[in-house]
């Protein structure tokens, strides 16, 4: 079986520019999440999607970052413009489920901003 | 809110020896609890979770722990450490009540010396 799937493992940016990250989740799982890891830090998620609703926003810094799940498989991340403080890992996971289903994490991938 | 803690930053056993890695939660109703690991350069993986039934459970690679609703933690546990084992491990939590969303802790090292 196929794991969590991102693009590009690592992109370094200036800041005021714009980069977008993609995912493709585990065939059949309907749960999909974008997590940011800071250093140091646990994963703190930006949002959840089921199929290709929003479950959860609610740390989603709306003004610059966007994420969208058309046709509830692949997902995209997108920052624009980035500031210094985005430098995070950028974690994607998904899930067969809610609630009680464990999570599938994807390599992630490392952005730089400088 | 819901919140995880995980006290320590840093954990060091000796091969051989029983190791434990503490977590302790706060979540609105029924806790939905796991632990994940991060080895390094690879993405998290799963290793157990809590949802209903006997306080001790037992998951990947030999590890198992016990829920502990009075004390409201779940801590990880392995009666005999391996070197291998040495990692970053997560604990998380759901909330029933929260559609799934998960909270993680910051994560605790795992060193196992020969």
């Known amino acids: 079986e196929a794991g969590v799937a991102q693009s590009p493992r690592y992109k370094i940016i200036e800041k005021r520019q714009s980069v977008a990250f993609w995912c493709n989740p585990i065939s059949g799982h309907a749960t999909l999440y974008w997590y940011q890891q800071i250093l140091g830090q646990g994963p703190k998620l930006l949002i959840q999607?089921?199929?290709?609703?929003?479950?959860?926003d609610s740390q989603l810094p709306k003004d610059r970052f966007s994420a969208e799940r058309l046709k509830g498989v692949d997902s995209t991340l997108k920052i624009q413009p980035a500031k210094l403080e985005d430098s995070a890992v950028y974690l994607c996971?998904?899930?067969?489920?809610?609630?009680?289903?464990?999570?599938?994490f994807g390599p992630g991938t490392r952005l730089t901003v400088t | 809110a819901q919140s995880v803690a995980q006290p320590e930053d840093q954990v060091n056993v000796a091969e051989g020896n029983p190791l434990t890695v503490k977590c302790t939660y706060s979540?609105?109703?029924?806790?939905?609890l796991f632990w994940y690991v991060q080895y390094p350069n690879r993405g998290l993986q799963f290793l157990l979770k809590y949802i209903t039934g006997d306080n001790l459970v037992k998951g990947s690679y030999g590890f198992e722990a016990e829920f502990n609703k009075s004390q409201t933690s779940f801590h990880l546990k392995k009666p005999s450490a391996l070197v291998s084992d040495s990692a970053l491990y997560f604990c998380?939590?759901?909330?029933?009540?929260?559609?799934?969303?998960?909270?993680f802790g910051d994560g605790t090292t795992l060193t196992v010396k020969p």
């Open positions: 998380a939590v759901r909330g029933p009540a929260n559609a799934g969303k998960s909270t």
């Open positions: 979540v609105s109703g029924n806790p939905y």
């Open positions: 996971a998904s899930s067969y489920g809610q609630g009680t289903s464990e999570q599938y």
């Open positions: 999607f089921q199929n290709n609703g929003v479950v959860d």
